[in-house]
């Protein structure tokens, strides 16, 4: 069955339809006589109608160059015609639904590794559906999405300002910080909103910021930077590969930064910085710069001590390893960066993301004071008191044990197929996170639609120079932490079979 450019399977027979209708382009998929079918004898729509099926038949045909993967690049930002090919969405509505994902009554009780018994074995009270092992959003605790079933309250109405404070403190705790000189900020947005509020309050226009590059990740942080008028001057390592500790300690001597950034997990590559010893190096060669930890992929399975560290900032986002729905920013922040903020020459460039706007009602609802600027998620709020209150009920670094664990498996499970990382010494690896090239010959929608298949989710490429040459496997959060769920098993057991199908059909 063959794919739309977003790796999700096309219906057979539209795509049979679509498929005759490319390679007879005056042909129609539409009725003889239909009021759609006399418009298309027209010349203008008839080429219309040819470029469409064009595009679309390029898609399909696997022998042409691949269509854009699902990168920001290509449908968020680059999209180009419209595409109509329908859409079908797994069904949720009943347990009998997914084939794949639900054993027939006639089928034995032992399943085979790549039909887990029952989702719901897993995932208890969700609807059946296909695991998400996407490196973010992730799935689910049972506890975490009922909890936004809260009945309606007020923002500051005494219940809420309760949860929201505790949920500060509890950010405290996540980012193992007891320094009162530091702040939680936990406002609406999604993560990219953490590097508008650096951009907007802790650099000004004309001063310099080093971006420590290593993937799409850092690209992006130093655009944001850029927008705010900082002059971005990246540090880039080859892919797979991060700066070194010479190469940084050489770009800080030769002109004053006001801040570093560093990506602790770049998303697109699997690459895991050592961002403890870059802020040693930082405090050593240049200790007015402020160190900026993009934490997005890594806050709650990568291990952090802000204090003990001496970080400035770390910002992540609450759909990764928190393990929260997306939609809401969340940083940590400095003493050091606070004082930054408030001694400004010029007023923070943004409205919404001011530190002058947000740093009172953080204070506010922490000391159980009401508290108003912009009215916050409360639903959401509840969900991340719950998945912190879980996280934090036991020590942190059992956390990222568990996560290195489960890591080592997974990339033994990798090596065992003869696949390779992106990020390929060892102490570049995440351990909540996998990037795995793809043999010679096959490209990610030759893999996912097997995978999906098999009920377990995993994302393309992203690295834009290498989109079409690998993919991503994310372990973290529930699917690695909670011991009922057999996610991960499953998933190596779905790729080693997906992988044998894939490599048939292409006859590799
Ligand atoms: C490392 C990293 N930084 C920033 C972001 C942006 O976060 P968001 O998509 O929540 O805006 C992401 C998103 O995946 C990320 O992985």
Not at 140 to 151: I, K, P, R, T
Not at 167 to 184: D, E, G, M, V, W
Not at 208 to 234: E, I, K
Not at 277 to 300: I, W, Y
């Amino acid at each position: 069955m063959a794919t739309d450019p977003n790796g999700f399977l096309i219906d057979q027979s539209r795509e049979f339809q679509i498929r005759s209708a490319a390679c007879h382009p005056t042909s129609s998929v539409y009725p003889a006589g239909s009021p759609v079918e006399s418009r298309l004898t027209g010349t203008l729509a008839a080429k219309r109608t040819q470029q469409r099926l064009s595009l679309i038949s390029r898609h399909l045909d696997q022998r042409l160059p691949l269509p854009e993967l699902n990168t920001p690049f290509s449908t968020e930002r680059n999209s180009l015609a419209p595409d109509d090919v329908e859409y079908k969405p797994v069904d949720r509505t009943s347990t009998n639904s997914s084939p794949s994902l639900s054993p027939s009554p006639t089928s034995s009780a032992t399943p085979s590794p790549s039909q887990p018994a029952s989702p719901t074995a897993n995932m208890s009270q969700q609807a059946p559906h296909p695991t998400l092992l996407i490196p973010g959003p992730i799935e689910f605790d049972d506890a975490v999405l009922q909890s936004m079933s809260h009945y309606a309250e007020s923002h500051v109405a005494p219940g809420f300002v309760k949860t929201f404070g505790e949920t500060l403190a509890l950010t405290r705790k996540l980012f193992q910080s007891t320094n009162p000189a530091a702040q939680p900020f936990v406002i609406s947005g999604s993560g990219t909103l953490g590097w508008d509020v650096v951009a907007s309050n802790l650099i000004e226009k004309g001063e310099n910021a080093l971006v420590l590059h290593t993937g799409y990740f850092a690209d992006s942080f130093a655009n944001c930077l850029q927008t705010y008028g900082a002059h971005a001057t990246q540090l880039k390592a080859p892919i797979g590969e991060r700066p070194s500790f010479e190469e940084i300690e050489q770009a800080l001597k030769e002109k004053p930064y006001k801040l570093i950034t560093i990506t602790h997990v770049d998303t697109s590559t699997g690459v895991l910085s050592d961002i403890k010893r870059v802020a040693e190096v930082v405090r050593r060669v240049s200790p007015q710069t402020l160190v900026v930890v993009d934490g997005v992929c890594s806050v709650g399975c990568e291990e952090i001590a802000f204090d003990e560290w001496d970080l400035d900032v770390v910002l992540t986002a609450s759909q990764k390893a928190i393990g929260c729905p997306p939609g809401l920013s969340i940083l940590m922040l400095s003493g050091r960066a606070i004082d930054t903020f408030k001694t400004r020459k010029t007023p923070s460039s943004s409205y919404y993301a001011s530190l002058g706007n947000w740093l009172p009602i953080m204070q506010n609802y922490e000391a159980f004071k009401p508290s108003y600027f912009a009215t916050p998620p409360t639903q959401l709020v509840h969900a991340l008191h719950t998945t912190l209150s879980h996280i934090t009920a036991r020590p942190m670094h059992e956390r990222f044990s568990i996560h290195a664990h489960v890591s080592d498996l997974v990339k033994a499970a990798v090596a065992d197929l003869g696949l390779h990382q992106v990020a390929a010494k060892r102490e570049n690896q995440a351990h909540a996170m996998t990037a795995i090239w793809l043999p010679e010959g096959l490209a990610p929608p030759d893999i996912l639609p097997g995978l999906l298949k098999r009920g377990v989710i995993f994302a393309a490429g992203l690295h834009k120079e290498v989109a079409t040459r690998y993919i991503r496997f994310g372990h973290m959060g529930v699917s690695v932490t909670d011991p009922k769920r057999t996610d991960i098993k499953d998933a190596i057991a779905a790729l080693k079979e997906a992988l044998a199908e894939a490599k048939l059909a292409k006859g590799l």
